[in-house]
């Protein structure tokens, strides 16, 4: 192999390296060699320059460009032979650099207000407190506490959430069940992989209900089957009909219907999953805003044998810290804690510092009082809005969470002209059907899922208005 001469240009690209400080040269030429094969400005088949002559030109020494050329042989860039010379391999393929993209969700630039659910108000964020907690968390721990964790989580982070669970939630919360975990996403990963190491192959869902549930325990390799609501709950008989051992639910404020179980449907959950031997997944996913009562407490602290109980921070501070809790019956508290122990050898030590430190010290329950207060004033804002704009709408549901249903009379269009002339006016909105169930009111109206925490009560009165607009006067979107 005769290859391409290099001429002149191996030494210019290298130039640079060779004015690096004395100490830090060899590493520079490497470095510098390295990204000429990869960018392919060195392509393959090119031969280099002799040590002796590279050397000369550079004006370092000839060892410094032996060594760089020995490691880059033996890392598969090089390519060697006695009396031959060293040129570049064709075992690597040039690779130019791209831009470092941004994957993470947004809304796209056409879109002026945004009713999509299951974000809150990412300012209300508590910068401050969480700083100090930070600070106070960093400073607090022991050098051997940032080894390994126990792969449940921090003792102290379980402790403070069993604590508030029980006093907030009531739930019957043994802080060695408890695993922390980097949001309910992962905690059904978790419960997914110990029911089917038990011999389960299939889980309940909600329909209508969160896409997400499906997924991830379609992760965990079980099938998932949708399973109607009515309007308590779970409908007994086609849960009853299933065949399923295992069921995910909201109880405390359905998503996306809107509802509360009834007292007499969550007996009624309890008792199947006593009679089939099976489990109740409770994804309590908002269940700390409630706007005309106190919550009502969690359907774990009725059999917590039989529910498994999951939560996160992700509504009430921010979905980016990934951070939730799994509590977990006896059967499986040692395959869910083993499963979290392959999977990722423990959340990280020091984000559960901090937040074991911000809820000892007040700061979750005084950041919980805010959201409540600024929630409440924009879902009234929403409805007042709504019902203003679109006379006969219904908003069902319970004064909680962060959406409401709005049901809109069958005289302002079609579901799909509705919701194509709110996203040709900028505004985008989500219907029930689009959460897994065709069905709407029975007079053949929209039902419209409309998130409002993330959005201030001006933005929501705007937007209401530009929907009303885009839509027209009733009766412009029917076709008669």
Do not use: N
């Amino acid at each position: 192999m005769t290859g391409r001469e290099s001429g002149g240009g191996a030494w210019e690209l290298l130039a640079p390296a060779a004015a690096a400080p004395v100490r830090g040269r060899g590493r520079a030429l490497r470095e510098a060699l390295r990204d000429a094969v990869r960018s392919g400005r060195l392509p393959a088949g090119t031969r280099l320059p002799s040590t002796r002559d590279l050397a000369a030109e550079l004006g370092v020494s000839r060892g410094l460009v032996t060594e760089a050329y020995e490691q880059l042989t033996a890392e598969g860039y090089l390519v060697s032979a006695r009396g031959s010379g060293t040129w570049v391999g064709d075992a690597v393929r040039a690779a130019a650099p791209g831009r470092v993209r941004d994957l993470a969700p947004r809304r796209s630039a056409a879109v002026r207000v945004d009713f999509t659910p299951g974000l809150p108000d990412l300012s209300l964020f508590p910068r401050a407190a969480w700083a100090a907690a930070y600070k106070a968390a960093l400073g607090g721990l022991a050098h051997r506490q940032l080894g390994y964790p126990d792969a449940r989580g921090l003792p102290e982070l379980r402790t403070a959430v069993a604590q508030l669970l029980t006093r907030r939630r009531g739930v019957v919360a043994d802080p060695e069940r408890l695993v922390v975990c980097s949001g309910v996403a992962q905690a059904l990963t978790l419960v997914g992989s110990a029911l089917r190491e038990r011999g389960e192959r299939s889980v309940g869902v909600e329909d209508p209900g969160s896409p997400e549930h499906g997924r991830l325990f379609a992760a965990a390799g079980l099938r998932a089957v949708g399973l109607p609501l009515d309007g308590e709950g779970l409908a007994a008989g086609p849960l009853a009909a299933s065949g399923v051992r295992a069921v995910v639910t909201t109880p405390a404020h359905q998503f996306p219907s809107g509802i509360g179980y009834s007292a007499a449907r969550r007996a009624q959950l309890l008792e199947w999953a006593r009679s089939v031997d099976g489990w109740i997944v409770e994804d309590d996913y908002d269940g700390d805003f409630r706007y005309d009562r106190e919550p009502v407490g969690a359907l774990q602290g009725l059999d917590p044998e039989r529910v498994v109980y999951t939560g996160s921070v992700s509504k009430s501070l921010a979905p980016g810290l990934r951070l939730g809790w799994l509590l977990v019956p006896e059967a499986l508290a040692g395959a869910v804690a083993e499963r979290k122990r392959t999977m990722d050898l423990g959340h990280p030590v020091l984000e559960q510092a901090v937040m074991a430190d911000f809820m000892a010290r007040g700061g979750y329950d005084r950041h919980l009082r805010r959201c409540r207060a600024a929630y409440r004033e924009r879902r009234d804002a929403l409805v007042a809005a709504v019902t203003a704009a679109f006379p006969g709408t219904e908003v069902s549901g319970i004064a909680a969470g962060l959406h409401v249903i709005a049901r809109v009379p069958a005289r302002y269009g079609a579901a799909a002209v509705f919701t194509a002339r709110a996203a040709a006016a900028g505004v985008a909105v989500r219907t029930l059907a689009d959460y897994g169930s065709a069905a709407g009111p029975e007079d053949g109206g929209v039902s419209l899922v409309l998130g409002y925490a993330h959005l201030s009560p001006g933005d929501i009165t705007r937007g209401v208005a530009a929907l009303a607009q885009s839509v027209g006067p009733a009766g412009a979107g029917t076709g008669r």
